[in-house]
């Protein structure tokens, strides 16, 4: 028990994901789907109805917030902000030099990170099948076949960050709008919506009033 | 320092170690500041509920930002339990990770739970004594009439005089039954 804690603690991939803003936030919004109605629907203060009410609308707010998310940001941004960084505020650097795409230098990385027997082999594989590795430049090539190869935190960095503004804008700006565009047509296509509505004329304003705006 | 520099700082910065926490607080403060507002913006509901749903919009997110910070330290606290280096990094970067992941599922909903209701309970309690302030007491006519005399003497002198046959009723002194003469102040 304790040995496999440990294994998932000291996990590279965990570690991967956990610095990855893109996979951390994707599951972090996951979570807030499933944590915020089970505690709404666990509460029992609360008129039945009205909990059934606000626990779906909370979870297609955030279903809808973490769509909107991996359909339309993750996509923009991360290419987006590559793009900007390699050829208007970092032009001069050397690090965007050797990479086209955010992606060409997330499987730079991801073989970067390997040890140097995984990495050869994960290569000879890639260059069989001609795949990404082709389009590395010789000092990457160099890189790869050394022990702790460069990994480029400028270029790391650059996406992180562009995945922060990203993860901010989709999130807090972009995606509560296209949520809320759908969310009322979806509960009063369930028929939960006017029942609701009556109901909360009914209720005392001193009570748990229901939130109707997403 | 130029701000491009600072930027160049910021980038290694995230490149070397991205802390899970940094976007979600990030994305917490925005939230807290946009949702609200756009709740007020919707001219389509009922300005009582639009301020109750701003007030808990802002407050969930007010709650949101310590509690991933603290959650997410408190848990990169326990990397130093692994003596070796390598391992010791690695769990720390994990252990920021699973701490926010603690916090979304778990430490906000709770802290919204236990923290938001009294407090919305208490904002719509003091706006009701604002709107209602509380009534003057009605005088109680049961209590004057239960007043019990114990002085008969007194009882016998407060008999009214209306009943006294050898004293003109004043009830008979009606304005409009005596003749209107001259032009008198008052009519009278």
Redesign the interface.
Known sequence: MIGAVKN?????N??N?????NA??T???G??A???P??IWA?K?IDPQTKKYAATKEFLYQAICLLTYMALVIPVFKKGFFSL?KNH??KNEDAFKHFKSAKEYKHYRSLAEKSLNNRNLTSQKDLGSGKVIDMYDDTLKAELKKEKPE????????I??G??VG??VG???LA??VS?AFIHPILKFAGMENDNKNK?EKTD??T??V???A | MTL?SK??D?????????N?A???M??AT??GI??PT??MM?KT?DP???K???L?EGLTEAIAIPAYWTTATLAGKMSKL?KDKK?ST??Q??????G??TA???V???A??VAI?PFM?FI??DK?DVKNPVEPQKFDTGAVNNIQVKDDAVKNYTTPLAHDDKRPNLTAFNTLSRVQTSMKVGGV
């Open positions: 998932i603690l000291t996990s590279s965990l570690a994901i956990a610095q990855n803003t951390s936030v599951i972090e919004t979570l807030k499933i944590g915020r089970a505690f509460d203060d960084a505020i970092f990994l480029f935190p400028l270029v790391k960095g650059a992180e960050f995945s922060i993860s901010v999130l807090a700006i509560p709008q809320h909360t304003t001193n748990e009033k939130d109707v705006k | 491009a930027f160049k910021i980038c290694l910065s995230l490149g070397k170690n991205n899970p940094y976007a979600v990030a994305i925005v939230k946009c949702r756009f709740t919707d509901e009582e509920t639009k109750y749903t701003a808990r692994f391992q690695l769990a970067k994990n252990l920021l990770f699973i926010v992941c979304a599922l778990l906000i909903p709770a919204c739970s209701k309970k719509q309690k009701k």
